[in-house]
């Protein structure tokens, strides 16, 4: 026996006499309508115009479905709603969000839909700054790269009388056989390792690299590059570099001091060090025991090392002893933590762990490597004021779309829409 089928239409039965339907007719809808909110930010800052400005379309206008700044929209607006994959574009492409961001609700032509998939963008990240026969869209690196230090400029009414830029590398992980994919034994992984930088919540610098060099490789070019620009802005404004113990190098400390700026960097505990807070950490652990709480100590002293630094440096030392209770030390992100739980598996760095004091509880000694004077900074404020706020700029990396992604190159048109996401 036959019966009569729909399904464009339910019919649940009736409810104080009104009948209860169910019907698939409402429309194209979209999961994603936040978007909207990010396209009017977007309309203030013009970030997405200007980061278009910076390419080149060389293709025939008489062809072209989708502009650059579609196209570079896409992408961004796609990253900063968790969409990182090019490939999430196929089905993107017919969302009704994405077509109201690009102020084009339907194509031109037929065949197409009112955003680009994949393949498009794809050419568009593999752009390079030479245009070939299939790669019209040509970027401008010096333009991409400055974009984001004239938004940070700009965003402030009048310059500031001091600034601090913090640098960081971090991993990221790799899920495939991409080009130039390394084991990082810190980071227990394969990955890139990305260099940062920010000042506060503005990111300045998003740099993809392979993970088979030093923490500061390129920094000195970088950090140039982005003080130049603000000093042409702002001549008068103090500077300072903070970062990990990763970038305390002799060559980036020494560009430092010849250029007039600041510095702050952590420093890897060694004996010698140690041996120099021995007495400091003594006390505290002596203190620990007395009041039941955790005690810090702090020292000022001039220190070299035997053959990598070509002058003596002031070191700031902190002998903190942390009772039984206390796992972790409080000043310590949890990324910190994570990296900390990695050092003591290192035989390396049990042998060069400081003394113990006999005292319940455990040392933290950490050292900081800083330029300003004793006059200028005291000692245990400008370790828990300004080394520890570098804290918080950890929390704002953003996750980079390269693990998805092959090859390495072009840096630039991979990087610059994750700035523009953070910024």
């Not at 194209?28 to 379309?57: N, P, Q």
């Not at 070939?132 to 040509?138: G, Q, T, V």
């Not at 510095?263 to 400091?280: M, T, V």
């Not at 949890?334 to 035989?347: D, L, T």
Request: hydrophobic content about 35%; overall charge positive; glycine content about 6%.
């Amino acid at each position: 026996m036959q019966t009569d089928r729909s399904t464009t239409r339910f019919d649940f039965g009736a409810v104080d006499g009104r009948r209860v339907e169910a019907r698939f007719d409402g429309g194209t809808l979209t999961s994603d309508a936040g978007a909207l909110l990010l396209g009017r930010t977007d309309k203030a800052l013009r970030l997405v115009e200007r980061l278009a400005h910076c390419f080149v379309d060389r293709r025939n206008p008489a062809l072209i479905e989708h502009s650059v700044p579609t196209l570079v929209g896409q992408r961004v607006f796609g990253l900063a709603l968790g969409y990182e994959d090019l490939n999430d574009h196929d089905a993107l492409r017919f969302d009704p969000s994405f077509a109201a961001l690009a102020g084009k609700l339907k194509a031109q032509r037929a065949d197409c839909a009112p955003v680009d998939g994949k393949s498009t963008l794809n050419r568009l990240e593999l752009s390079k700054e030479t245009p070939s026969r299939y790669h019209k869209i040509n970027y401008d690196a010096a333009a991409t790269e400055a974009l984001f230090v004239d938004l940070f400029i700009e965003a402030h009414d009048a310059a500031p009388r001091e600034i601090v830029l913090d640098l960081d590398a971090t991993d990221d992980p790799l899920h495939g056989e991409q080009e130039g994919r390394f084991f990082h034994g810190y980071y227990d992984c394969y990955c890139y390792q990305p260099l940062y930088v920010f000042c506060g919540r503005h990111l300045l610098v998003a740099k993809l690299r392979k993970a088979d060099i030093d923490a500061s490789a390129g920094a000195i070019e970088e950090i140039a590059r982005v003080i130049a620009r603000i000093r042409a802005a702002w001549p008068d404004v103090r500077i300072m570099l903070r970062a990990d113990s990763g970038f305390a190098r002799e060559s980036l400390m020494a560009w430092c001091e010849a250029n007039g700026v600041d510095y702050l960097f952590g420093l890897a505990k060694n004996e010698r060090l140690n041996a120099e807070l021995a007495a400091d950490l003594a006390a505290a652990a002596k203190e620990s025991q007395e009041t039941g709480k955790s005690a810090r100590r702090f020292k000022d002293f001039v220190y070299k090392t035997r053959d990598s630094w070509s002058r003596e440096r002031r070191v700031v030392g902190k002998a903190e002893w942390m009772t039984p209770s206390k796992a972790e030390a409080d000043d310590m992100t949890p990324r910190e933590n994570a990296k900390a739980k990695k050092k003591k598996k290192s035989k390396k760095t049990k042998a060069r762990a400081a003394p113990a004091p006999d005292a319940p509880g455990r040392g933290n000694p950490r050292f900081v490597v800083t330029s300003p004077s004793q006059e200028r900074c005291e000692a245990r404020a400008f370790y828990e004021t300004r080394y520890c706020a570098r804290g918080e700029m950890e929390n704002r990396y953003p996750r980079n779309a390269s693990s998805t992604s092959s090859p390495i190159e072009p840096l630039v048109t991979r990087c610059a829409p994750i700035s523009c996401v953070c910024g």
